[in-house]
């Protein structure tokens, strides 16, 4: 079996530098990586995670934490945990999942929490003195990985608007105090403002059968064309239902946005418009973030916005799938 000094011999390098390498691979340049990389792969060289994590102190072990009803969201998380799991693998890092209550049994080297509401952050931080990072926007100044909601609610509303729509309403989630509801709710707010337009908002569970329920009483009374911007993929799905019931033209009489991306609106007939987010990636910067905050010591690592992308279907558009 191949050592770390028969790496270090090929690479005709020093031993510390292949433990650098394999440490902290952000402090060598990328020629020496792939030299020591080519050296190990030729070797079959497998560095010893068990001994390493006994000499820095740590477990191996990340814990997510999630707040929420997983029912309410999946397959959403599915797509988030292999992101996370895909880059924690890279560093032979395990993956648990806690709950509140069981976040502190067992030693860890950090967290990643999602599902943490503005007025909860006091509350699930005390006592943690392992590195966090948040999955969802915040106000509380916790280091943090989200899409642009604000951004993405502003593409959905340009488009049902350039599509000819002037009646424009907003279906959102009942957590309007929660930092990605307000910048959802402002994305749409400021494109209205922009043309001069009424704004008309809605909130409700983030369910399909109430948003539905609501779309049905709202479309059944308007005789003139109507856009509806949903703030999450569950919800247009009932509007969509909604508007069918009513024999409602889409693209015509009716057009429907979601957003998340990540299944719902590709089961609904007709497909859903979607504000699309990149989860499987964001959930591996999660790890990334969390893994460099742990190897600095806990140092602030700040917040990143991912893009979102409008992906453009038939139930805002004729003729579209």
Known sequence: MATLADVAKKANVSKMTVSRVINHPDQVSDELKQLVYKSMEELEYVPNYAARALV????????????EEIDTVEPYYMNLLTGISRELDKHSYSLQLVTQKSKNIGPYDGLIVTGMRDREIEKVMAGLEKPVIAYGENRRDVDAIDVDNRLGAELATKHVYEIGFRHIIFFGINLLEEEFMRSRLTGYSEVM???????????????????????????????????????????????VRAAMSLHKRFGEDVAVTGFDGVFLDRISSPKITTVRSP??????????????????????QGSILFPPELIIRGSTVIGRE
Do not use: W, Y
């Not at 477990?59 to 997510?64: A, G, L, P």
């Open 56 to 67: 820095q102190n740590r477990t191996q072990v990340v814990k997510f934490l999630i707040l």
């Open 193 to 239: 403002k922009e043309h001069d337009l009424i704004e008309e908002s809605h909130f409700m569970k983030n369910s399909s059968r109430i948003a539905e329920k609501k779309a049905l009483d709202i479309l059944s009374k308007v005789k003139e064309p109507i856009a509806v911007i949903c703030a999450s993929d569950r919800m247009a799905v009932g509007v």
């Open 279 to 300: 989860v499987i990636e964001m959930g591996e910067t999660c790890a990334q973030l969390l893994l460099k905050k742990i190897n600095e010591g806990g140092a602030k």
